[in-house]
């Protein structure tokens, strides 16, 4: 009969679980979770012999056993969603057991429970919020001999019923099957004993060098097992186990993933609604005092089809009675520095760029485009960002926008900082103006809620943009222009926009004729650099919503290097919550902007697919072009083969 004891491991705030690993293991490692988990565990004490013989026979049995059938195992699919729900938390770093604890004095239960098993429960304490706890690990043990099972549990299973079952894991001592492949009568026997606790747990049995799954029952009464083939069978318990809790933790995921489909279709505020409904103003005064978006009340639009319509009647007065270019070469603009800041709140991301976390080959690439900074060599960077105001010179357009885009960019150089008379290198100005935005004509039969699908507000896209840089300012003079803050600009017809000073960079678009002329040496080094850009914008935890060929430009650096600058930031997003998912799809992104089926480009397709890489571990989308298939490597596989 199978005697239990419970094991009083507390899993309690980080601070104390770092103390406790380190007490129990000696060493841990940190690192992202699809790194540390295939980290080998120390390996066994030397295995005892066991007090009763090893009976190869068969045993009368509440239930049949047989081999899973290839369509009946669900192996594949265990592990792959397990990598996926890793992926998703490949921002975080967590700590892992590494292979130096000294396990060589250690019962063998206690190294099945500490070595294999409470790692396991140790990564979701850490995966999860504070709120899901994974509770000490209740384990039996045969008072005869050396076998024992052990299974995780949560603190509130007794609250929410999961739909799949925690696993129980058992360890025997000896051959688990006869080599007619027929399973020993101590396997079976206590497989029976587990499973007359919890008839419908998946169960992982080992011995440390043979690994079986079994299945819950199924309709005909059957338990269906699979032996698992795997160069590292430690390695190998310690992922099934922590695959089969992910798949048991399903009803509480890792982030609360948002539906893209949501819409706020309230408009609350945070500070409440609106409490001075004032009176109807008529379109005149409308039309002459609102400059944008933000100038109206979304909260009672969306209450109030009057207004709303009055709204769409302001934005087409806008488009057709104001020029979208509102600045001209000669034109002197006046800003105030930094006033971005001043205006609305700051975005404070959860992540930034650390350089150690890129491969070198990345890191090196960025080092042999690094640019110095032209306000530096002016002399003006200091002075610049000290500054409160500064005047601007305009001196050509660059790009007037779409017609659905807000945005315009222009050539300029500083002529001033507070008053005093300064020469500047030649810089990029971009101002944001959502009066310019298209929306699509209100649908009478719609509630007007849903006439402002798709509309910004400037000062988000230009916060976006703003955070985006400053997040980047490791990298900057590379991929990435160098960035001079978000200001407020005053135009020689009074109109005040936001707008982002930035390096000008010469270069030409990946559409244009010169790329196309580019020699295949040159054509390469760019399909390179996108994909350094790409991985740059993966770890800095930066997603473009926005990818198309106009955000990538061809540039030839001093040292004669091709490479990519990326530019237009404003549709990106950070992770600003943490239990929110945040994905990046940033290789799959500019991979499909290259190929031209988001714009035109003249890079040629061989290459592009020869030389643009694969991509990097955490990445979730497979993308196919032209029968190549560009999915991340799984670690995993390489100790449990799919």
Wanted: glycine share 4%; aromatic share 10%.
């Amino acid at each position: 009969m199978l005697g239990f004891s419970r094991s009083r491991l507390w899993l309690g705030p980080n601070i104390l679980f770092h103390d406790m690993i380190s007490r129990r293991m000696h060493s841990v490692v940190s690192g992202h979770p699809l790194d540390i988990v295939v980290v080998s565990p120390s390996p066994p004490p030397k295995l005892p012999t066991p007090t009763i013989a090893n009976d190869i026979g068969t045993r009368a049995s509440t239930w049949s056993y047989r081999d899973a059938n290839p369509t009946e195992s669900n192996l594949k699919w265990l592990i792959r969603s397990f990598t996926s729900s890793l992926r998703n938390a490949h921002r975080k770093t967590l700590t892992w057991p590494s292979s130096a604890a000294n396990t060589e004095k250690m019962e063998i239960a206690q190294y099945v429970r500490e070595i294999l098993l409470q790692p396991v429960a140790d990564l979701f304490n850490q995966l999860y919020s504070k709120r899901v706890i994974v509770t000490p690990l209740y384990w039996e043990k045969h008072k005869d001999d050396q076998i024992c099972a052990f299974t995780l549990e949560v603190d509130d299973f007794h609250r929410i019923q999961p739909i799949n079952p925690p696993p129980t894991m058992v360890f025997i001592p000896n051959q688990l099957f006869s080599d007619d492949g027929i399973p020993s009568s101590r396997l079976v026997d206590t497989l029976e004993r587990a499973y007359k606790i919890k008839p419908l747990q998946p169960v992982i049995a080992t011995n440390l060098e043979e690994i079986v799954l079994f299945r819950g029952p199924n309709k005909a009464n059957e338990r269906i097992y699979q032996r698992i083939s795997t160069p590292r069978p430690l390695s190998a318990v310690r992922i099934l186990a922590a695959a089969y809790m992910m798949n048991t933790l399903q009803y509480r995921f890792i982030h609360n993933v948002p539906d893209d489909s949501e819409f706020d279709e309230d408009h609350v505020l945070p500070e409440g609604p609106p409490l001075n409904l004032q009176e109807d103003l008529p379109d005149n005064i409308v039309f002459n005092t609102h400059n944008r978006h933000s100038d109206f009340d979304f909260a009672t639009l969306v209450r109030d089809r009057k207004r709303a319509l009055q709204f769409f009647r302001w934005k087409d007065h806008m488009r057709n009675t104001r020029e979208k270019q509102v600045v001209h070469p000669g034109n002197d603009l006046y800003a105030k520095s930094n006033e971005l800041r001043r205006a609305i709140p700051e975005l404070k991301p959860c992540y930034g760029l650390d350089l150690s976390n890129l491969p070198l080959e990345t890191v090196s690439h960025l080092q042999s485009v690094q640019r110095p900074c032209p306000l530096s060599i002016s002399n003006l960077r200091d002075r610049f960002f000290q500054s409160s105001n500064f005047t601007l010179q305009i001196l050509s357009v660059v790009a007037k926008g779409s017609d659905r885009g807000i945005c315009t960019v222009y050539q300029c150089r500083i002529t001033s900082i507070d008053g005093a008379q300064v020469e500047s290198p030649i810089l990029c100005l971009k101002l944001f103006d959502d009066r310019f935005q298209f929306l699509e004509p209100p649908e009478e039969e719609e509630e007007p809620v849903r006439w402002f699908r798709g509309l910004v507000q400037a000062e988000w896209h230009i916060r976006q943009e703003d955070t985006a840089y400053r997040t980047l300012k490791p990298a900057q003079g590379t991929i990435f222009p160098w960035y001079y803050g978000a200001h407020q600009f005053t135009l020689p017809s009074g109109l005040s926009l936001f707008g982002i000073l930035l390096e000008y960079i010469p270069g030409f678009s990946v559409g244009s004729n010169e790329t196309s002329s580019l020699s295949s040496e040159r054509q390469i080094q760019f399909v390179q650099s996108c994909r350094h850009g790409a991985r740059v914008l993966d770890v800095a935890d930066i997603a473009q919503h926005d990818w198309h060929a106009d955000q990538i430009m061809v540039h030839t650096s001093p040292k004669d290097l091709t490479h990519a600058v990326f530019l237009d930031l404003g549709s990106t997003s950070q992770t600003i919550n943490p239990t929110k998912l945040h994905a990046c799809y940033n290789f799959s992104g500019c991979l499909m902007s290259l190929t031209g089926s988001l714009g035109p480009v003249g890079i040629k397709t061989d290459l592009l697919l020869e030389h643009y890489g694969t991509p990097d571990p955490w990445h979730t989308v497979i993308s196919i072009i032209d029968g190549k298939v560009f999915a991340a490597p799984n670690p995993l596989e390489l100790i449990l083969p799919l």
